[in-house]
């Protein structure tokens, strides 16, 4: 591993609702072009740890920068927006806008933030809508498509600025093996050709060995009642050499021996 | 179930099918008889005679369980069923969260209108932060899109124009057949006229206009942008550097001022026309009627009906759209928010006619 800059660095993000704390103390780095999972079980706040990465949920305590902008502090609106701007975000629930087609939902941060003359526009999502294996739809609204078509619509909008850095949420939940593994080759192949970074929540198993360069995972007792990281680093080292009884269960699609519910 | 009981232990023996039904059957007294067996012997179920239980029986025996302060044991339990008891024994929270069920909530007349009171002041602080969006316009000229203000205003105002043009012929109607009578005994018929115009013109044009905006347009916009709340979309917008407040609240806040003049005077010439058709059943040629209603009115109190009008739309608007950003999570949510948005509306319409009042009377006009 070269030492390319840190292109996110987080220093003890804790998020506390009322009295639960979800997660605390989460430290970690994502380097340029790189690919990086967040993991854990259902519930643990990878979503939430997500909301906090792209701006939108003030860490209860923490300090986050994105490109060397710290987007946590209260004074520097115009270094958070600037943080902001180049980053792409698939919501889990795909979040598409429910008033317009496919193709204008890609086509909104196009209309918005290029110069690009309409036709250009029209051009440009189709390219993107295509790579999702979306081309046949684009003309159809978020009503009218499945829970999978939406993911992948919302990849192709998060990648309709061609961000340099892309968070996705569980992209590959609820898609069929073939549709997720050509997602993967997707992920792959941005990084290469486009050096993309990818912050990317998943639970799929195949999928995190195939792409993941490191990854952080979380649980929900890591501090007795509080969440935390419980192991980080190269997720086939965390499968072959792990000694956290929750990590080898993880990998081995186990329900852990030592766990709560005894 | 019988139960039997000895010195030290008491012995609650099941038999039969414990499933969703037999629990059902035996579900009180075997809790009654849990309780009451003191914490100091043992509760035995006997589960010998068992001939099947699923979950539903299994939560019967773990409650049975949890009702006894002292220790319980469990025997004559298949293979099968000692492994079920354990595993959900296992899973259920030592400390269960106490279940309310789902009940009505306690009368509260008043609610409504302080929870009104609420979204109103809410919704003037919100018009601050709109006029803030609006100052930053210029640098974000394309998040506002003139199209999508004339869709609202189609959707707000003309789509309304049968409603408006209904309820202003019969608040005429109304208005003046009801004053007739009284007036008649005085032979004062022909001030019907003024009495209706001026009220008509002044009040209610714009009162009426409001209700029907609050009722029809800000109950959409507030389930409308809390749809978008509820499936992330305002948060999509967010994360794509596009402000909501721009793109979102600015276009149907503008919409509703827009088309509040002109509802407002449809509904005014409406109104007039009910009245006319009144007085002319009462014996006045058409042109009295006309003319007495030009001499009765001012463009003042036109002006001043309009004006208010615009006012209430601003507010009913900017009320719409707080409620449905400030929609929590799920779809009941959704429909709390477009209530808030109606209840809201009407109360600050209220509020504000009365301070145009204080203000008109003030300045003397
Ligand atoms: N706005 C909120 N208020 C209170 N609690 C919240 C809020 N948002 C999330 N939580 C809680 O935070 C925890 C983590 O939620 P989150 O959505 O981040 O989980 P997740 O790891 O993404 O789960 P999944 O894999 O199911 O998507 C949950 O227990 C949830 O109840
Ligand atoms: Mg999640």
Redesign the pocket.
């Known amino acids: 591993m070269s030492a390319s800059p840190p292109i996110i660095d987080v220093a003890g993000a804790t998020q506390r609702?009322?009295t639960?704390t979800?997660f605390r103390d989460v430290s970690f780095s994502v380097r340029r072009g790189e690919v990086f999972v967040i993991l854990?079980g259902?519930?643990?706040?990878?979503?939430?740890?997500m909301k906090q990465l792209i701006g939108l949920l003030p860490p209860t305590a923490g300090r986050i920068t994105i490109g060397g902008d710290a987007i946590t502090e209260e004074s520097g609106a115009a270094e958070r927006d600037r943080a902001l701007r180049g980053m792409g975000v698939m919501f889990?629930s795909g979040a598409l806008f429910g008033s317009m087609t496919l193709l204008e939902n890609v086509m909104l941060p196009l209309q918005m933030f290029t110069p690009l003359p309409p036709e250009a526009r029209v051009a440009v999502a189709r390219v993107k809508l295509g790579l999702v294996g979306l081309a046949d739809a684009a003309a159809l609204m978020p009503s009218e498509i499945s829970g999978g078509m939406a993911k992948r619509a919302g990849i192709a909008r998060a990648m309709a600025l061609d961000p340099p850095l892309l968070f996705l949420d569980?992209p590959s939940a609820g898609l069929d093996p073939i549709t997720s593994a050509g997602l993967d080759q997707l992920i792959l192949d941005l990084r290469r050709d486009l050096g993309a970074t990818f912050v990317i929540?998943t639970?799929e198993l195949g999928s995190i060995l195939a792409i993941a360069d490191r990854c952080i995972m979380l649980d929900r007792h890591a501090y007795g009642d509080e969440g935390g990281i419980i192991a980080e680093g190269d997720p086939r080292r965390l499968r072959d050499e792990s000694t956290n009884p929750i990590v080898r269960a993880f990998f081995r699609r186990q329900v852990p021996q030592t766990a709560e519910a005894a | 179930m019988n139960v039997a009981d000895g010195a030290e232990r008491r012995t609650l023996r099941f038999a039969g099918r414990l499933d969703a039904d037999g629990a059902a059957r035996i579900w009180d007294n075997a809790m009654r008889a849990a309780r009451q067996t003191g914490r100091n012997r043992t509760l035995s179920l006997d589960l010998a005679d068992v001939a099947y239980c699923d979950l539903s029986g299994t939560a019967l025996l773990l409650t049975a369980e949890a009702a006894h302060a002292g220790r319980t044991v469990t025997v004559g339990a298949s293979e099968e069923l000692q492994a079920l008891l354990d595993r959900a024994r296992a899973t259920s929270p030592r400390k269960p969260a106490p279940y309310a069920g789902n009940q009505l909530p306690g009368a509260d007349p008043l609610g409504l209108l302080r929870a009104g009171l609420r979204s109103a002041a809410n919704g003037a602080a919100f018009i601050g932060e709109a006029l803030i969006a609006l100052w930053r316009v210029p640098e974000r000229r394309r998040m506002l899109q003139p199209v999508e203000v004339m869709r609202f205003a189609d959707q707000a105002g003309v789509r309304s124009v049968p409603l408006l043009l209904l309820l202003g012929t019969l608040i005429g109607l109304i208005l003046a057949f009801q004053s007739a009578v009284p007036m008649r005994r005085f032979g004062a018929d022909l001030y019907v006229v003024n009495l209706v115009s001026i009220s008509l013109l002044r009040e209610l044009g714009a009162l009426l206009a409001a209700v029907i905006l609050a009722g029809r347009t800000g109950s959409a916009f507030a389930a409308e942008i809390g749809t978008m709340k509820v499936n992330e979309e305002i948060d999509a917008l967010t994360v794509m550097g596009l402000d909501p407040m721009t793109m979102l609240v600015l276009p149907r806040m503008m919409a509703a001022m827009l088309v509040m003049p002109a509802m407002t005077l449809l509904l005014d010439i409406a109104g007039l026309a009910g009245m006319t058709v009144v007085m002319m059943a009462f014996g006045f040629p058409l042109v009295a009627v006309v003319t007495q209603i030009g001499r009765a009115v001012h463009v003042g109190d036109l002006v001043q009906g309009l004006v208010k009008s615009v006012a209430f739309g601003a507010a009913i608007g900017a009320i719409g759209c707080r409620e449905g950003l400030g929609t929590g999570a799920g779809p009941r949510a959704v429909g709390l928010a477009a209530t808030g948005a109606v209840v809201g509306g009407i109360v600050s319409t209220i509020l504000l006619d009365g301070l145009f009042a204080i203000i008109i009377y003030r300045l003397g006009f």
Do not use: A, N, P, Y
């Open positions: 609702f009322g639960r979800i854990g259902s519930g643990c706040g990878k979503s939430t740890l889990q569980e929540v639970h």
